[in-house]
């Protein structure tokens, strides 16, 4: 059974730094898209940013210049790195990724991880 772990998020001041962090692990054959979503209570999940296999990313606009996305191919991980945070940046973060394993073609989704940005 493929699982996604994710590490990180926090506390942060506004204009300080988080990284999130999360990691595949099971029976995989292949990891096509991974990404972070986010929510907020009442609201539906967002996209944050995402990025291919291949490093072709995409980022939300209200995050665009501030978070970068990476991943590591040969580990299995994808990291969020959260700069400049503003309390709106505050939600559940969580980590997904569109994997090939033993039981097929999937989508699959963290735990979830809080983001508080406050002074």
């Known amino acids: 059974q493929v699982q996604l772990v994710e590490s990180g998020g926090g506390l942060a001041q506004p204009g300080g730094s988080l990284r999130l962090s999360c990691a595949a692990s099971?029976?995989?054959?292949?990891?096509?898209?991974m990404g972070w979503y986010r929510q907020t209570p009442g609201k539906q999940r967002e996209l944050v940013a995402r990025i291919t296999s291949v490093g072709s990313t995409n980022y939300a606009d209200s995050v665009k210049g501030r978070f970068t996305i990476s991943r590591d191919n040969v580990k299995n991980t994808v990291a969020l790195q959260m700069n400049s945070l503003k309390p709106e940046d505050t939600a559940v973060y969580y980590c997904n990724s569109d994997i090939w394993g033993a039981a097929g073609r999937s989508d699959y989704w963290g735990q979830g991880t809080q983001v508080t940005v406050s002074s």
């Open positions: 099971g029976i995989i054959f292949r990891i096509y898209v």
